[in-house]
């Protein structure tokens, strides 16, 4: 059992919260009224389906990647929003979010566990710390590798060929297809990561580099999780992931 606003100013302190300007507040998004914590759920993002399976656990906090209040939606509480927020405080569910500040982490961050799910102990390439690399043990085709996220994630990746084998590979979690040609300028012949979007093919051609689009989902599901795990074990806590299946 621990106390909530422990929780949170560990978690700030861990994560160095207050370094980044980021698209959304991090930290403590919705205080559900209940000041201890006793059952934790993780999951990436804070859906209705993911608040009803956590309060059906009986979770006293949601913890999640993607929470709300982002910059430039409606600051309204109604519609979808407003059912989600209803949904946590009728069960006096609190909810925190991390964005940034989990994609980055050096150790419990979305990057470092991506690599690792593909047997990479990669590292970050720049100080801002979002675009990770690591050297294959052998160089491989893109077909290789493309099998190898398969069997990391449990789905095939879309992949935009290239003629050239894959020397090293370059990752970013979630919605980082605008880093391509920086992955190029670097050297990079392979760049996997979330998302894709229609000039992405065009890219991919003109600058003869493999890229993997993996889904958004699938590449953030490793930060919550060893978040919360961390969590468990610092504070006794119960924690639960929720992987609300999403093929985005």
């Known amino acids: 059992m621990a106390d909530l606003s422990e929780i949170e100013t560990y978690c700030n302190s861990l994560l160095n919260a207050d370094r980044f ?9 919705v205080d559900g009224g209940r000041v201890e914590v006793k059952h934790l759920a993780t999951a990436v993002t804070a859906s209705l389906a993911v608040i009803e399976a956590a ?38 569910l609190s909810l925190m979010a991390y964005h940034l ?18 047997g990479l102990r990669g590292e970050p ?38 003629c050239r084998n894959i020397e090293r590979l370059f990752w970013c979690s979630g919605a980082a297809q605008g880093q391509m040609e920086r992955v190029a300028e670097r050297g990079g012949h392979a760049y996997l990561s979330g998302e894709v979007s229609e000039q992405s093919y065009h890219l991919a051609q003109e600058l003869d580099l493999h890229y993997f689009a993996c889904g958004h989902h699938a590449t953030e599901r490793f930060g919550v999780r ?18 609300q299946d999403n093929p985005v």
Request: proline share 7%; aromatic share 6%.
């Open 21 to 29: 300007r980021d698209y959304c507040p991090n930290g403590l998004q």
């Open 55 to 92: 309060a059906a656990w009986g979770a006293d906090l949601l913890l999640v990647h993607h929470g709300y209040f982002w910059k430039g939606e409606p600051e309204r509480l109604t519609g979808v929003k407003g059912r989600r927020i209803r949904a946590l405080m009728q069960n006096g």
């Open 101 to 118: 500040p989990l994609d980055v982490h050096p150790e419990l961050g979305n990057n470092r566990g991506l690599g690792e799910a593909l």
């Open 125 to 162: 390439v720049d100080e801002e710390g979002l675009l990770w690399s690591a050297a294959l043990p052998k160089p491989m085709g893109g077909e290789a590798v493309a099998g190898l996220i398969e069997r990391a994630l449990g789905r095939p990746p879309l992949h935009l060929t290239a």
């Open 226 to 243: 060893s978040l919360g795990s961390h969590l468990a074990g610092r504070f006794g806590v119960e924690h639960r992931f929720i992987d």
